[in-house]
């Protein structure tokens, strides 16, 4: 039988060594990757061999919503298993529209991880019974709505900034070229910070390009 190649994403250590510790022992299961950032992930040259990737959703500097959209886009071979704790009904639902192939809450217990890995594996969908039963109590309009819901919701201004910062322009040069106050460029600086989660420009950036609000 051949093994399943695992990766495993999380940024809780004891939560990767326990997961990676209950997963070694499953006979047709073989632990190639464990990292704890997306970005690390994303470094580790054999990862096209992975046939299934388990990622938590809240990391830093890239979550899990966008390192999904980034693996289905350059290795769409690999299945994407997602654990999490998040229950909000919008972010399983943008989910599963970036294709991700299961969803499991975190204290789901040994076999029925072990049955995800193996279903999604063979191309099949496992969304936990949990999961399934949250999605029930939804409506269409909440459903139309989900993927926007989790992405950042920019102004048209805020948007112009973000697109002039990530051309490299400074504060002040923004300031001259949309003809606004620094005042002004340093307070929209301040929103977009607090609505991507972020504390430096750089990581503004690379998270804005990831989500594929900026191009």
């Known amino acids: ?108 217990d040994k076999e029925l991880l072990i049955s995800a890995i193996t279903s999604v594996a063979q191309g099949n969908l496992f969304f936990s019974e949990a999961i399934k039963n949250k999605l029930i109590f939804t409506n269409e309009e909440e459903d139309e709505s989900s993927t926007k819901s989790i992405l950042p919701k920019l102004s048209s201004r805020e948007k112009e900034i973000l697109e002039l910062i990530a051309k490299g322009l400074t504060i002040n040069q923004i300031a001259d070229t949309l003809f606004i106050s620094h005042h002004t460029v340093v307070s929209h600086k301040q929103k977009l910070f607090y609505k991507f989660n972020v504390d430096k420009i750089t990581t503004l950036v690379k998270k804005a390009l990831d989500l594929e609000i900026i191009n």
């Open 1 to 108: 039988m051949k093994k399943i190649n695992i990766a495993i994403v999380d940024d809780h250590s004891l939560f990767l060594e326990g997961l990676s510790s209950i997963l070694k022992d499953v006979d047709n299961f073989k632990i190639l990757i464990t990292a704890s950032s997306a970005k690390e992930l994303l470094n580790q040259p054999n990862l096209a061999t992975i046939d299934v990737l388990i990622s938590d959703i809240s990391m830093p500097e890239m979550d899990g919503i966008a390192l999904s959209q980034i693996i289905k886009k350059q290795f769409p071979t690999i299945k994407i298993l997602i654990v999490s704790m998040h229950e909000e009904t919008q972010i399983i639902k943008a989910l599963i529209k970036m294709k991700i192939d299961g969803y499991l809450f975190k204290n789901a």
